[in-house]
């Protein structure tokens, strides 16, 4: 009879809900509550898939799922991030993960967009308030210790996306730049100078953030680590510290030249 489902049936279709319910549950509590917050956030802004199909509750908590389990992939390193492993991490068909996301590039997108939503608390928030001479090198090394944290936290997906800007990828290359212009802005007012294309003290934030990020890069990828020759047991914070003397002796140097 058409319209008709039989106890079993419902009892099945129930059965499969509740499965994905927990699903999408599992991947969710696996995060942070502030990073899960920001997928939530993120996904919430999305409003169709790309069949053009406007997304209910069901196909917005479906695009959480993927990127809860994309996130939770690359903190394992231990297991090739593809849109396939994506796929069987998340639980579902790669043709469903395709109604979402076309290609690898634009997951890692996806992701990296609350993921970056969690650095104001990661490593902004200590750049905001206006750092004193007498505790410059102390705040300074609080920063780069915080922004390695941040690193360490989320190393296999930032060296994916920095790898893929390197190789010329338009989109990678144009967050990496957006998501190091706050930093730059928040340096040079920390130097006493407002930010303005082609100012000297802009110059030199960008210099100094470039070593300090490439030396990060640098301790966070172990295989990176072994092709240069630096053992396992040495530890970061000679880096870290090092990268702390330079921006303070910037700082001091664009604050002297203000006064």
């Known amino acids: 009879m058409a ?7 419902l009892s099945a279709g129930r059965r499969m809900a509740g499965e994905g319910d927990r699903q999408d549950a599992r991947h969710l509590a696996a995060l ?4 899960a917050a920001a997928v939530s956030d993120a996904c919430a802004s999305v409003s169709h898939n790309l069949n053009g199909q406007r997304l209910g509750r069901k196909g ?18 231990e297991e090739p991030v593809t849109l396939g492993s994506v796929a069987r991490r998340a639980g579902l068909g790669l043709t469903s993960l395709y109604n979402y996301f076309p290609d690898l590039t634009d997951l890692l997108l996806a992701v990296l967009e609350p993921v970056l939503a969690t650095a104001e608390s990661g490593y902004l928030a200590v750049l905001r308030d206006r750092w004193p001479d007498e505790q410059l090198y102390e705040n300074c090394y609080a920063f780069v210790r915080s922004y390695h944290a941040f690193w360490a936290r989320n190393s296999q ?26 930093i730059i802005e928040l340096l040079v007012w920390q130097m006493g100078r407002n930010v303005a294309p082609g100012q000297h003290s802009t110059s030199m934030a960008s210099m100094v953030m470039t070593g300090i990020e490439r030396s990060i890069t640098l301790v966070t990828d172990h295989e990176l680590r072994a092709l240069v020759g630096i053992p396992p047991e040495l ?10 003397s330079l921006l303070e002796l910037a700082i001091r140097d664009a604050r002297g030249d203000t006064a």
């Open 157 to 182: 997906l930032l060296h994916m996306r920095n790898s893929l800007a390197d190789q010329h990828d338009e989109r990678m290359m144009k967050h990496r730049i957006t998501s190091t212009r706050p």
């Open 235 to 244: 530890n970061d914070d000679r880096y870290l510290r090092a990268g702390a």
């Open 60 to 77: 917005r908590v479906t695009r959480e799922r993927i990127v809860a389990a994309a996130i939770e992939l690359f903190g394992d390193n």
């Open 32 to 35: 942070s509550p502030t990073l």
């Open 3 to 9: 319209g008709w489902a039989s106890p079993a049936g």
